[in-house]
């Protein structure tokens, strides 16, 4: 039987990962190609929102990956990808974040730029194939965008992000501030899950050198509602820590009104962490003021303190 062609995003899937997963099936089908978005992982609350708002439904969920055809979208890693996918046949990637480890057999088309968000990038590539985007696709495109993006917040925003987003709410016949809005406060039901849910809610594994390290991100307008259970949250992390063998688990606990984060951290080695992130951690815990972008502003120098 033939492999099937998936396109999906990585485990712990948001929103842009979501919504690109939709968009590029539609693309893709647009232009003769069988392909079927697909799903590594539940949903969250905005996400589901999105889904709702533009009368969408959520893409199927793939459990095992190994033997089928994949189109990797907001991701190029291994460890964030769907289970199976080393046994999986990759044949396209289109990402926004740093090159991973993906290899393939074969030449395949990459497409990775350095802007806000993965639908930014989609949005290029149905102007580039001259079809046209309907109000439901620019809608999810645009939510995948805002979300990434903290509604043109965040400091992964780019120029080219902005005037996207301006040509999808047109489209999709959206006040961006109003819109954003609306997303910003689904983002904080975060505080209706378990502590566990929380901390892997938004949470992407990265491999530096020999050392396995977890980074979590809650985004808020209510920070305190994480904070105030910090106890049950930092066991929760010890236990994943544990659990999968990392040297360090770090969270991000951040505030979208006031752009900034609180870091609460378990594992070894906090000193490198530390030394990466210019910061000074008491009792498992440092203030991050500025910091927005798990992307931008604590991969890149945590990569280079632990290399």
Not at 100 to 128: C, K, M, W
Request: aromatic share 6%; net charge negative.
């Amino acid at each position: 039987m033939p492999s099937s062609l998936h396109v999906i995003g990585h485990q712990q899937p948001d929103t842009d990962t979501i919504c690109s997963a939709l968009a590029y099936a539609r693309l893709k089908q647009a232009q003769g190609v069988d392909a079927t978005p697909a799903r590594a992982g539940e949903v969250n609350p905005e996400t589901q929102f999105v889904l709702d708002r533009w009368d969408t439904e959520s893409p199927s969920l793939l459990d095992d990956a190994a033997g089928e055809q994949l189109i990797l979208v907001d991701h190029n890693e291994y460890s964030q990808a769907v289970s199976g996918a080393h046994d999986a046949t990759i044949v396209e990637v289109v990402d926004h974040h740093r090159i991973g480890d993906i290899e393939t057999s074969d030449p395949i088309y990459f497409r990775n730029e350095p802007v806000g968000s993965t639908a930014t990038i989609l949005t290029q590539l149905y102007e580039e194939a001259n079809k046209t985007i309907d109000a439901q696709t620019a809608g999810l495109l645009l939510s995948g965008l805002l979300s990434d993006t903290v509604v043109l917040r965040s400091p992964t925003t780019t120029d080219q992000d902005r005037s996207i987003a301006d040509h999808l709410a047109d489209i999709a016949g959206v006040d961006i501030e109003k819109y954003g809005k609306e997303l910003l406060q689904q983002k904080s039901k975060i505080g209706e899950k378990s502590p566990r849910e929380m901390v892997l809610s938004d949470f992407k594994e990265f491999e530096f050198e020999s050392h396995q390290v977890g980074i979590g991100q809650v985004e808020t307008v209510e920070p305190e509602v994480v904070l105030e259970q910090r106890e049950a949250v930092l066991a929760a992390m010890d236990d994943v820590a544990t659990e999968r063998n990392y040297t360090v688990f770090l969270l991000l606990v951040t505030d979208l009104l006031k752009e900034e984060s609180t870091a609460l951290i378990a594992g070894t080695q906090i000193d490198t962490v530390e030394d990466g992130l210019d910061t000074t951690f008491t009792e498992q815990e440092a203030f991050l003021p500025g910091v927005m972008s798990r992307k931008k502003q604590v991969v890149p120098p945590l990569e280079d303190a632990f290399n």
